[in-house]
């Protein structure tokens, strides 16, 4: 293993390196993601409330 030039370490470890970022920049656009999904969800139901609401103030 040490028969080999000093630049393929380097290059093997940049590999790893650049696996390592997109691993852990997939994980946090999911985190992203789901933050965003949540968001999303709690305003649609919060207008499905106030929609549910306003039907009930116009029923009476």
Do not use: C, H, N
């Not at 970022?21 to 946090?28: D, Q, S």
């Not at 969800?41 to 306003?54: A, D, L, N, S, T």
């Amino acid at each position: 293993m040490l028969s080999l030039p000093w630049w393929i370490y380097i290059v093997i470890a940049g590999i790893i390196f650049s696996g390592y970022m997109t691993v852990r920049t997939a994980a946090k656009e999911r985190e992203i993601d789901e933050a965003f999904i949540e968001k999303e969800g709690e305003i649609y139901m919060q207008r499905i409330r106030e929609e549910k609401m306003r039907r009930q103030q116009q029923s009476l």
